[in-house]
């Protein structure tokens, strides 16, 4: 990815590419788990999965993706959340962490939010 698209967007050019100590670090390892672990599954393992619309460590869209593996499944969309969205979650929406609650102690989603949305951010100027 070094110097590819990623690299190209307004984003980056203004402030670097974010993913730049993943490429410096990952060819040290040089271990690859093969296509195996690469390929889809199913469980039906109940699972919430918690992300949040302004991650920029990992794409909303990989929610999304990974969400049909899961058929006990259940997404809920922080709007405005970054990659710590569950604790943001959690204290923005006192039904969610309730909802949350329950699921751990039973395994239910009944209750559980699809949505959850943070207050808006107060922007600070720099001086």
């Known amino acids: 990815m070094a110097?590819?698209?990623n690299h190209q967007t307004p984003g980056a050019r203004l402030v670097g590419p974010l993913g730049a100590w993943y490429?410096?670090?990952c060819p040290a390892w040089d271990a690859d788990l093969g296509e195996d672990f690469r390929a889809g599954f199913t469980?039906?393992?109940?699972v919430v999965l918690v992300h949040g619309t302004w991650d920029t460590s990992t794409?909303?869209?990989?929610?999304i993706e990974c969400l049909p593996m899961f058929t006990n499944g259940h997404l809920v969309v922080v709007?405005?959340?970054s990659?710590?969205?569950l604790g943001e979650a959690r204290a923005a929406s006192p039904e969610f962490q309730e909802a949350l609650v329950a699921f751990l102690a039973e395994g239910k989603t009944d209750g559980m939010p699809g949505l959850v949305e943070l207050p808006p951010l107060d922007w600070v100027v720099p001086e």
């Open 79 to 81: 709007d405005g959340g």
């Open 43 to 46: 469980t039906d393992i109940p």
């Open 3 to 5: 110097g590819g698209a």
């Open 23 to 25: 490429e410096a670090t």
């Open 83 to 85: 990659h710590g969205a």
């Open 59 to 63: 794409p909303f869209e990989n929610a």
